[in-house]
């Protein structure tokens, strides 16, 4: 709603996405745009630019560009063929050309999740903060055989299971 009040009010998504950042500062790396994230990763190929500037209309944060990059470029390096623990690692390597802080969140991202899959449930959060998103749904992923396995356990963990069940 930010979003879409502050475009009829500037005419322009990056107006608006300049405008929602300014309000709404750290707030603005929810996990909304992630959720939005794989029919771009579907339509747009490996560069994960296009997903990333969708976000930003209503996500405009360097962790959500993150999250997006990364998830983008996993489901890329699945569709190519690869294991799942080889395609997040795909995801989370260097974006070349990415903005400093974005690439540092990439960066960031890699740390967080190191050891994920043998993590216990009990240290998965799955809030509306994007990174804890991000986690957990990969965290089901990576822990599962089949896409019901996965959804079951993504959304088991509770707090935001709709969102985290979607990704």
């Known amino acids: 709603r930010t979003a879409i009040n502050a475009f009829l009010r500037l005419g322009s998504w990056e107006a608006a996405s300049a405008a929602v950042r300014a309000e709404l500062g750290q707030w603005a790396a929810g996990n909304g745009a992630l959720m939005r ?8 190929g490996p560069d994960p630019a296009q997903a990333i500037r969708i976000g930003r209309m209503t996500h405009p944060h360097p962790e959500s560009d993150a999250a997006i990059a990364v998830y983008h470029r996993t489901v890329d390096a699945l569709l190519e063929g690869a294991a799942p623990a080889e395609a997040l690692e795909a995801g989370l390597a260097p974006l070349p050309g990415a903005e400093p802080e974005v690439g540092a969140a990439i960066a960031d991202l890699a740390r967080r999740l190191s050891g994920l899959a043998s993590r216990p449930a009990e240290r998965i959060r799955s809030g509306g903060y994007v990174v804890e998103t991000l986690e957990a749904a990969l965290w089901a992923f990576l822990r599962t055989d089949s896409l019901e396995e996965c959804v079951v ?6 707090d935001d299971a709709d969102t985290v069940g979607a990704v």
């Open 153 to 158: 356990l993504a959304v088991n963990l509770g």
């Open 37 to 44: 994230t794989l029919p771009a990763a579907l339509a747009y």
